[in-house]
């Protein structure tokens, strides 16, 4: 089963921009899906973006326009562009990928959007 690993979270003030990254332990051409979820304390993990093994790509309506996600079948990465923060977007965010009926969590990796 594949192990994910992300990083590039951290404190940015509204308007600003963070990529984050998520590391996998294996090729992943063959994943299904690779996706960016976050959770508030105290709340459901909710989807954020997802990308398909055919690059096909789905985002919540709250970050339509100013995320982007991406995979680099060459690096093992699934990436997370994301611009114009706001403080709403203030989460934990985590990597998931799913291939087959198996699917893994990464840690988690905190974003802070706060002047």
């Known amino acids: 089963q594949v192990q994910v690993v992300e990083s590039g979270g951290g404190l940015v003030q509204p308007g600003g921009s963070l990529r984050l990254s998520c590391a996998a332990s294996?090729?992943?051409?063959?994943?299904?899906?690779m996706a960016w979820y976050r959770q508030l304390p105290g709340k459901q993990r909710d989807l954020v973006a997802e990308?398909?093994?055919?690059?096909?790509?789905n985002y919540a309506d709250s970050v339509k326009g100013r995320f982007t996600i991406s995979r680099d079948n060459t690096k093992n990465t699934v990436n997370l562009q994301m611009n114009i923060l706001k403080p709403e977007d203030t989460a934990v965010y985590y990597c998931?990928?799913?291939?087959?009926?198996?699917?893994?969590w990464g840690q988690g990796t905190q974003v802070t959007v706060s002047s």
């Open positions: 998931y990928v799913k291939s087959g009926p198996l699917g893994s």
């Open positions: 294996r090729n992943i051409f063959s994943i299904d899906i």
């Open positions: 990308i398909t093994s055919g690059g096909r790509t």
